[in-house]
């Protein structure tokens, strides 16, 4: 017993270090795993925005529920092929004005919609319209916090998601168009530009 407490492990002061390097290994931990997981959550919703407009681009237009329902599935197939997981992605039924397909995972949004057309183009009779991507986060707390954009008429581009603070399927929900550089402001810039609701867009 007299041994034990001469020893180093029977001084109480011993103990109180191993626990405080203990929790310091702990808080440099978790804020790691945290900003692992975040980078694995936004990624997987970049790819899937970029293969969901790679799935409908080929189809003819006008899209009936059968385009959608066969892009869906290509783009599930685009998605395994690319190693992305893909069980908790499913598309919603109703679909918001102007919406051409609506989906979701555990913690992103996936909308699929024709962009506004551009007021200084002149369209035909055989204009088809362009269509763009947008995957946001379901909550504003969650793990995940950029949107991301991709689109047949812009470069594709992301948002720290700071200013409009898109999140949900309801009032926070992005609209068709809502990343498109507005027309005339910033074309000398080729890194970054704001779109509506002035939020910064970053090309990537």
Sequence with gaps: MHEWRRSRFGNPSTWYLILGVAMIGVTLWLPWLAATRTVRIEGRAARIAELLLAAATPLSWPLDADDIEHMHGRMVALLNADGVFVGDLEPLPELPAGVLYLGQNKHYAFQ????????????GPDTRPALEVLAWPLENSGPGHCAWFVAENAPRAYTRNLAADYHGLQQHRPRPGSAQRVPGTGAG???????????RWILF
């Design 112 to 123: 699929l919609a024709v962009s506004p057309p551009d007021s200084r183009t002149k369209a």
């Design 189 to 199: 810039v080729v890194s970054a530009y704001r779109a509506a609701q002035d939020e």
